[in-house]
């Protein structure tokens, strides 16, 4: 669909207190009945919309088990688990039990922060990265049993996030070394391999890839960097609907001149429409334009909202909910849910 | 009694405390370079036991805002090309600075151009809030940091 | 107490090792005690002891003789016979030699040798055998540090008390002083060494004495001590500070003259070495020996220490720079280092000691003369690079130092370099036979050499404060013939020129500041020689005066130019008056005093009027006789414009006038009040005032002349303040019979003491438009001449005087309260000396004051003319102050003036002021509920005034601090006014009970929060120390008025002061209990505080105080912690910087509470 | 007469000889000075040079010995275990397990220069690290090469 035509307008529904220090990173439960945050305090906070007031509270404090600040969070696909990165090396497992949270498992092997975990599409498989520049795969064994598929080393530096394909297993790291790298398995040997690096000579980034995610259909990919850019991927559908697994990703384009600083998140919504959060206080959207078609598609600003939050904003999560409801999280130590509506 | 401390903290220095100000009762007064470099002066070098500015590794000069955008830019000079407390240097400015001034500011700091051997990385690293964060958890860079901090404020 | 049965316990529980310290004190008390009143004596008490003093067991020995030793040393004030003493000290004598019992014995030698001639005292062959016993004995190097100070005292007191008998121990004795002090490192001792030293080398003071021998060895061993190298830990209570070690060094250095041999080199070489304080040492060093070893020694080493002094002055880092201070103009104008002090001083030193010699090696030097040359080869200041800039100043330095040494030095450096000087600037031409001849036709069109300028002046300086040193010098039959004075004759003239062309020259870019400063510095110095003094004629010093006026009255745009020659002037001036040169006199007063008075008249739009004042009061300040010239110039300049001013209104006079008053108030009154002499000028100008007004029945000043009034009358009180009772009565006298003679005040002469009052035209709309504008005048000025008066003088017709105040005072006229406050105050009562029946007692005046009826009751609304005959009706100013009258206007008023009233009384110590007080009170507590609040007050019937008129409770409130401020406008010392010591405190005491008990009952917001008010004024004008006394009363209040002043901006001064009083007793020691007691409930008001948004230093107080706060016990203050933090964090966003600092000062005390560790 | 001009000859001749060798010897005097120089230094050079290289090898060799042995030992403690119960560990870490074996025997001990030495050694951190986590035990080899950790310490 066409954005450009209905003029849209983001509006701030709520504005959820609690963690006392950054707010590291979100995520909504398949369902989007819940929102996970995570932050500086060394705490995972669970908020729940209550059906009869339809504001947000805070359901769950998920605290003293990680000594250190808790970086990212993944809800499994199932919604039943949900996995929780932390600076003190650590992975936990927590697992909703009757009403309440408990940690049913922590996996131990990275050698300092962890920053990123992610579920792949089925499950079965889970992700984490480190600064130690190693990228970990983990299977799900019955039991709440984790076992280390394999230890994936290839970055030079500090990996900053990990991201499952959408549809296939097929890993993606974005890391302080500048590069994006994607991950495959050959046959099911158990050995993964970096089977495709985009750095700046594939018109890459040009300093540190924060975060990437997907749009629906899985065949394009949106980056974004310390370097004020924004950047579309793309690959051919085909070839990986043919189940070929892999195949390769090309630069499609770079939106530059948008936040004059950090960009820390970027998150592709089921519409079609990315949002992005950055260092410089605000939240900008972006819709494909079928305007010039002449070069392939472009992307072009639909809206933006200067002093989203009082300070950096780390995270910006859509629901997968009906109305397209945004969640983001900053530095100030709020996080506020949006909703982009027509205007009124 | 040693040379060393006859010339400790020169005149030069001590001059530069409040002489610029005239506080005006009326006018709101910007957030100004000599304002930053008054917060940072006194941290001391995690090596030697003498303050950034005795060191000359800041000086006024070297600080630069813009009130408007909210912006602060540090560049500092550490005393040697490989000075490996370049990196514990700058989490000190970062630290001081975020407990002591309005957070909604924006602060860059940097090494002065050429003045280390890697520049390029330690800015990166100086910049990238993660690690700065994950740094500060590290209870070794921590008490480091703190000492520096603290050791000559009594 | 003290029983000799017990005394074996006493001894045993000291000899007891295992005994606390305490415990053992204790009994060498007890046993003192029996001894100092002969419950025991001496003998007995040795024999007692007899066993621990022989004991073999070293400890008990040890202890035992320390026992008796410490006794000794409390015995030092009793009698003791000889033989006792004998017998003692030969004991500890040969107890020296048991180096177990060393301290004992040493405590012991001391405490006897220390004794009183008076109360029995050791023998000098005692002594002496204590000496000898010493030397062989004690190693003085092994013991530990309270042994050898212990030793070194000994030492110290043999040779002050026993010189001659350890005097013939020669050698024996040098020798065991070096062994003894050798490689001694503790400070308090080496202060005894230095000082042991010092007096040693005063015992054998002739070459070939024993000392002459050792002198060598001696000195290695002081020697390297300096320079003092002090590394103590500032830990270590050392109550020696470097100076005084290194002072006491100096001294031992310069004991005798038998070190020059050593001391000296050793002073050069070290000198020479690159730490600054080896080199000032070395200097100061220097200067002392020079003196103490005497000019035979020391003529071989002059030229030695010539050469390291010049490099010491040349090689110092010293940043040349001239600046305005005023020591410029009379001194170098480059800024000076220690080291260069210090050196100038030796070298001054040297040249007194032995000028032939050093001047001749001055003059000669190599280096001077190539620097002379090549300085003198640019031509500005700004071309001569840094470094010849140290040189050049260097070298004037010395040569300064050496010409003004004396007649001969100053022959000698003229001789050599002013001709040479003269050359370069181009002022000279050589004739046939070489000599050097002034060149008069020289045309100054370029810019003159400024090294050549600049060392000139430095000669000029020389001399001239060497002739104004030495008053012999200055009859001319001396010195005219001086080579030097006839060269500085040849030329002065020729140098005035110069120095002037210098000025023309310059603008104010500072490329040309280094020439303004010397021109100016040139023409001062060639205008300050002596009066009859040859060289410089009178016409020159003329001119210069005519040049700097010049400047004065054209060049005022030139900043610095104009500024140093009004300073210039100035001390010329006060040169003058300090030498009492009559003729100089002369020519200043018709040049320059004349020229600046009239300045004060004519009226061109050049030099601006602020200039003028400021040229004028500053060269008021240069002798009195000048100062009485500017006073009446000045006084006469303000008539005429105040003339202006009465007869065409005119405006600009009046602004002038008003400029003129205040400089006269304020600039010159100060300056003449300490002088006497000056009161007839001063009752004059009072009394012309006075004149001028009677004079001038025309009278049209616009009303909104309110600045001209107001410094009028500051004028008329100073003047006033600062005459005798005579000269009062006189202008009080004129005054009143001006006032008398106004229409509008009919004063008869015959009034009943309580008659009826003529108020005329007593409006709702109060102001004093109602007056004509002269009466307004005539009035105030009365009234500020009357506040003036001291207590004895005259006030003719004072009852009248007091009703007129009275009906005044309910116009609202201020100044009429206030000098009835001054009457009452000063007034003397009934019972002392005798009545005169014309006089007014003060029971009178007060009788007046509140027994007239003012006001009629029946009379509503605006009222014309008011007479209380109605005996029930009417109304006295209490009445009135409680709104017995339904207009709130006229309570107002009556309150106002009663506080006036009140605080002359109060001032006194008079019990009427309690009465006042309550009548205040009940004003707070009856009008607070009517009006709301703060300041408008819907009062029945003149609602339509609502906002103009303050609220009765609030002036209510307020006049309490009109009691308790002091005043500068009345009421205060200057103005005569008798104070009773302490009566701040007094009032303080007896009127807070009071107001916090109404606070209780008061039920009515507004009634509490006027209260308050009232509190908070009493509170912040009682000296800090009283309010302390009762902190824990106060606190509480103060916290509650705090909050509620806080929620109105008008309040923000009284609200400051109330917070400086609470800040006050945060940092109090004495307030600490209290403070910690409420440390919560403080806090949280500061809180509230750090957000105000009307003030900016309350906020930064508040904050300060919470710092203040954080220093409170840890278990305290805790809690409130991240609320401090949470509300200061605000702070750290605050518009003023200053605020912004005290909340970082303030995070970082309250953030680091949590981990004092950290701070180490 | 006639018989003398070639005594004479012969007579200078020799003299020229004479006076030749003397000069001979002067001349290289320098040089030779120069050779036994350079011999002397040379093999002092080789001397030290080889007893320094000794002790670097046996330095390093000793590092790097001692963690193959680390790993060896812990290979054979799990193997051992897998023997008492063979479903001890899962199929993936028995896997992994025979995979260091074999890469502990690939080590090429005796060739230092094989530069597939170090891939080996990484990979063996790898799969060791795997296995560590997968059984989420703390076993960990810190010996030469770790013990700069603590220098790392205050990295970030």
Redesign the interface.
Known sequence: MDFSEEGLELKEIQRLEGHND?VWSLAWNPTSTLLASCS?DKTVRIWQRSPSTSSWHCKAVLEETHT??V?SCAWSPSGKLLATAS?DATTAIWELIGDDFECVST???HE??V?SVSWNASGSLLATCS?DKSV?IW?V?PGNE??????L?GHTQ?V?MVQWHPIMDVLFSCS?DNTVKIWAEDGDS?DWHCVQTLGESNNGHT??VWALSFNPEGDKMVTCS?DLTVKIWDTDSITMQAGEGYAPWKHLCTLSGYHD?TIFSAHWSREGIIATGA?DDAIRFFVESKDGLVDGPLYKLMLKKEQAH???INSVQWSSGENRLLASAS??GTIKIWELASIT | MTLGLINANPVVHAKKERVARTEDLHGDDAVDPLEIYDFVRDIRDPEHPYSLEQLSVLSEESITVDEKLGRILITFTPTIQHCSMATVIGLCLRVKLKHYFPPHFKVDIKVSPGSHANEESVNKQLNDKERVAAALENPNLRQLVDECLYSNEL | MAQLSQLTQYIESYVDSSRSSTQQAASVDAIAYLLKNDILTLETLVTEMGMYLTTTDNIIRTRGILLLAELLTRLASKPLDNVTIHSLISFFTDRLADWRALRGALIGCLALMKRKSNMGRVTDNDARAVAQAYLENVQVQSLGQHDRKLCFEILECLLDHYPESVASLGDDLVYGICGAIDGEKDPRCLMLTFHIVEILARLFPDPSGPLASFAGDLFDILGCYFPIHFTHPQGEDVDVKRDDLSRALMLAFSSTTLFEPFAIPLLLEKLSSSLPLAKVDSLKYLSNCLLKYGDDRMTKHVEAIWFSVKDAIFCSEQEPMLSLASELLDHVGFQENEIVTEAIILLQKVILENSGLSLSLIVGDKDINTIVNTVTSFRSYNDIPLQSKHKLCAIGRILYVSAKASITCCNRVFESFFFRLMDTLGLSVRNSSGDCLPNFDYVFSERLNFGALYLCIELLAACRDLVVGSEELTSKSVSAQESWCCMLHSFSSLLMKAFSSVLDASTDKDAYEADIYSGVKGLQILATFPGEFLPISKSIFENVLLTFISIIVEDFNKTLLWKLALKALVQIGSFIDRFHESEKALSYNYIVVEKIVSLMFLDDFGLPFQLRLEAISDIGTTGLNVMLKIVQGLEDAIFANLSEVYVHGNLKSAKIAVQLLECYSNKLLPGIHGAGDFEDVLSRFAVNIWNQIENSMAFSVGAQENELLNATMTAMKLAVGSCSEGSQGKIIKKAYSVLSSCPSFTLMESMPITGTVQLEGLQHTQDLECFSCRDKWVISLFASAIIAVRPQTHIPNIRVVLHLFMTNLLKGHVPAAQALGSMVNKLCPKSNGVEISSTCTLEDALDIIFNTSLWDSHNHGPLKRCSGIGVDNEMGLANLCLSASNCQLLQVCAIEGLAWIGKGLLLRGHEKVKDITMIFLRCLLSSGGIDNLPLNQGSLENNQEQDVLPSVAKSAADAFHVLMSDSEICLNKRFHANIRPLYKQRFFSSVLPILVSSMAESRLSNTRSMLYRALAHIISDTPLIAVLSEAKKIIPILLDSLSILSTYNLDKDILYNLLLVLSGILMDKNGQETVVENAHVIINCLIGLVGYPHMMVVRETAIQCLVAMSRLPHARIYPMRTQVLRSVQKALDDPKRAVRHEAVRCRQAWASIASRSLHF | MASQPPVTAGATGTAAASIQDIFDSSLNLEETHFNDGFTEGYNAGLISGKEEAKQVGLKFGFQVGEELGFYRGCVDVWNSAIEVDSTRFSSRVQKSIKQMEELLQKYPYFDPDDESAQEIMDNLRLKFRAICATLSVKLEYNGFLKSSSEAKDIEF
């Open positions: 950054k500086g250190r600040t970086r600076f996996l131990e092997g300092n922060e920053k600064r970990w299977e064994q984790f076992e280390c598929v394999s230890v080393q500090d900053k302080y158990d300093s540190t310390d600083r260092a009082d300070m950096d530095d100030d």
